[in-house]
């Protein structure tokens, strides 16, 4: 079992920043990308950035410039950090990793997500 379990979610002012952490916890051999997704009320969800184990970043176009995204391999957590936040920003941020997991076959790979974080973000 695997678990990925998101925090630093919370109300924060237009402008304002937030940092989101999300940490993989059980019995796994190795975490190759990791990511941030969103979704607002009423709408689907979207990738927000990802990472991969060698580092490099991708974003999506709306928070290139405001978001980081960062990863500690040794500590299996990856994080977000949100500067100059919009009230568009508003949503529950999920993390997102691709994790070589123990099976009865040996191993495989799978996708897992945390349960989310609610980012508000008044105006």
């Known amino acids: 079992q695997v678990q990925l379990a998101e925090s630093g979610g919370g109300l924060v002012q237009a402008g304002g920043s937030l940092r989101l952490s999300c940490a993989a916890s059980?019995?796994?051999?190795?975490?190759?990308?990791m990511g941030w997704y969103r979704q607002a009320p009423g709408k689907q969800r979207e990738l927000v950035a990802t990472?991969?184990?060698?580092?490099?970043?991708d974003y999506t176009d709306s928070v290139k410039g405001r978001f980081t995204i960062s990863r500690n391999n040794a500590k299996n957590t990856v994080y977000l950090q949100m500067n100059s936040l919009k009230p568009e920003d508003t949503a529950v941020y999920y993390c997102?990793?691709?994790?070589?997991?123990?099976?009865?076959?040996?191993?495989?790979?799978?996708?897992?997500w945390g349960r989310g974080t609610q980012v508000t973000v008044s105006s």
């Open positions: 997102n990793a691709a994790v070589l997991a123990p099976t009865r076959a040996g191993s495989g790979w799978y996708d897992y």
């Open positions: 059980g019995t796994f051999f190795s975490i190759d990308a």
């Open positions: 990472v991969t184990r060698a580092r490099r970043a």
